[in-house]
């Protein structure tokens, strides 16, 4: 999925939908809704070290945030202390979801409104032990705790434990696109997320208009 991502002070929901928004300089993540997941999806966790530009974007989003994360960067010193990326890995599960009658809604939603897409990628910043939990980890997954309310769910050596979002800061994302298609029986189907850099898949498209038109075209 995609690499580019927006410097960001909100807290921002991984898996959430929702729109940027530019306001002047910056760019602002304007949620419209946070999907159910009733089954886990498998998560990349990629260890990143600090750059100036990162931990100055970390320092702004820390202060609104309002972090217990203390991070020290000393631009001297050759070893520098790490943030980790997320990443939506399971695309099927992340599809299959978003699909289902659970989130009727939020398929309309995003099939009527072309600027809306899902949170597939943050920057985020944990204090030590959350940081050493997840990058030692042998899977992670992002799940839904509580109704709406999204957490890191950790297996580590047949043990297991969760890490609430909101225990960390974000400080960048990105989205991705759907990719729609017609089913069989006419009925829009989100079939793939890409990045919003990469194309949908033959025949499929990041317009559920265009799909629609495009399929029902070939049936004349």
């Known amino acids: 999925m995609g690499v580019s991502q927006t410097p960001t002070t909100q807290k921002l929901a991984l898996g959430s939908i929702g729109s940027e928004k530019d306001f002047l300089l910056q760019k602002d993540f304007s949620y419209s809704g946070l999907p159910a997941y009733s089954k886990p999806i498998k998560l990349e966790v990629k260890p990143v070290v600090f750059k100036k530009q990162s931990f100055k974007q970390f320092e702004k989003?820390?202060?609104?945030?309002n972090s217990n994360v203390s991070i020290i960067y000393i631009?001297?010193?050759?070893?520098?202390?790490?943030?980790?990326?997320?990443?939506?890995?399971?695309?099927?599960?992340?599809?299959?979801?978003?699909?289902?009658?659970?989130?009727?809604?939020?398929?309309?939603?995003?099939?009527?409104n072309k600027y809306a897409n899902v949170l597939t990628h943050i920057s985020v910043a944990f204090n030590q032990k959350h940081y050493g939990a997840l990058t030692s980890a042998d899977a992670v997954f992002l799940i839904e705790k509580n109704p709406k309310i999204y957490a890191l769910s950790i297996y580590k050596n047949n043990t297991h434990k969760n890490i609430l979002l909101d225990d960390g800061v974000v400080f960048q994302y990105s989205t991705s696109?759907?990719?729609?298609?017609e089913d069989s029986r006419r009925q829009l189907q989100i079939v793939d997320i890409v990045d919003n850099y990469s194309n949908c898949p033959n025949n499929t498209y990041k317009s559920?208009?265009?799909?629609?038109?495009?399929i029902n075209y070939f049936k004349l």
């Open 177 to 181: 696109n759907c990719c729609w298609q």
């Open 61 to 65: 989003a820390s202060q609104l945030q």
């Open 208 to 214: 559920s208009k265009r799909a629609k038109k495009k």
């Open 75 to 112: 631009d001297s010193l050759e070893q520098k202390p790490k943030y980790i990326e997320l990443i939506l890995a399971d695309k099927i599960e992340l599809v299959d979801a978003i699909n289902s009658k659970k989130n009727k809604g939020i398929k309309n939603y995003l099939s009527h």
